[in-house]
C-alpha cells in the first residue's frame, strides 16, 4: 500500500535489461528484484561516497506533493572512480532520474542502473548488480 | 648411435635442469588486475563434480548469507576473482599479495617452512599459504581455509579440509596465468580447477591507483538482505566413475 501511494508520482517502467554487472560484495539478488524495475525523479539530499558501495540520497514528491527520501545503492567507489566518475560528480541540489530495482524488503531503496542529471547528462551507470546469475 | 643419443639427451637434461636450479624465479612484482568470476561454474563449465554433501549445500545456499555481505574476508581464492586489483611483493623468502578489496593480504612462505601442526585449529579467512618454484612457476600450497568463506559469490561452499593450490605463470611481460585447484573431498568427489588470466594493472597513473576498500565503512546493505536460496530446483548428478 505505501509502495503504491509513492509509486503514484513515479513512472514505473517495465523489465530492464540486466546492467553490466560491476560488482556486488553479496549477491544482487538478495537485496534487489531484478523483477521490479522502478523509474524515480527528484533532488539529491545526501551523498555517501564510500565503501563497500557508494549509496546517495534523492527526495521525491508523489502527485499528492508529499516528500518521501529515497536511498539509492551504486557501485564501488574505486569501481566509479576507474570509470571517471568523482565523489562531486553529483551534488546536493542535482535534480535527477534514476532507472533502478527495488529492494526486496519493502524498503524505499532501490539500486541504480542509471543516473540521468536535469541536462541529460548521465552518471555513475553503474550498479553494484555484479549478480551471479 | 642410439646410446650416444641418450648420453647426449641425458646430458642436456642435465644441464638444462641444472640451469633452472640455478636461474633466478621471474618476477611477478608488480600491480594486476583480475577478471571478475562471480560464478566458478561459468569458468569450470559445469557445476563442480560435488559429494551429494557439495550439491546439497548448493541446493540449499542461501545467497544472503555470503560472508562478504556482512564484510568478512572473502578467503584466499575468491579475493582473486573479485574485481579489484591487487599488489605482488616479491621477495626470496616471501611473497606477499596485497588487496585493494576489503585492504587485505596474504603471505606466501617461500623459506621452506612446512604448515604449523596446528593450523587446523587455528583457522584464517585467507588461509595459510606456502610456497615454491616448480621451474618458472610459483605453487602455492594453502590450507586451514575458515569454512566460513565462500568460493565465490554465486555460493560455492567448501569444508575445513578444502586443500588449494595455486600456480601462478607468467606468460608474457604483462600476463599471470593463475590456477587454482580445489581439494575438498567433504565437498567434492574429485579436485577440480579453473584457470584466469590477469593482466598488468598500471597504477602508476592516479586514475589507476590503488584506492580505499574498507568494507565496514558504511555497508547498509546488511540490514536490506532477505532470504534468497536460487538452486532449489538443482539436481543432484553423481559423476560415473
Redesign the interface.
Known sequence: MITKLILGGIVSIGLVAAAV???????F???YDRTKAIALKGTVTKV?W????I?FYVDVKDDSNRVTNW?I?GG????L??N?WRIDSLKVGDKVTIDGWL???G?N?ANMRTVTLADGKTVFGASSG???? | MRVLVSVVAALALAISSSAQNTSKPPSLAGSWRVP?T??LADALGQQPPYTAHGAERWRTV???K?P??T?LPPGPSRVLT???PFIIVQQENMIALLF?YQTIWRAIYMDGRKHPADIADYPDFMGHSIGRWEGDTLVVDTVAINERTWL????HEHSPKLHLTERFRKVGEDKIEWTATFDDPVFFARPWSITRTFTRFDDSKD??RI?????T?????VQ?????Q?NLNYKYQPENR
Open positions: 554487472p560491476v560488482f556486488g560484495h553479496h549477491s539478488a538478495a537485496q555517501e564510500m565503501n563497500p558501495h549509496y536511498a545503492e564501488a567507489p574505486s569501481m572512480y576507474r571517471g529492494a526486496k524488503d524498503s531503496l555484479g549478480d551471479a546469475r | 571478475y562471480p560464478n542461501d545467497t544472503a555470503d562478504t555481505g564484510c573479485s574485481p579489484f585493494e565465490d559469490t554465486a555460493g586514475q589507476d584506492l580505499p576498500y574498507t568494507c565503512e558504511n555497508n547498509r546493505d536490506h538482505l532477505v532470504p534468497n536460487p
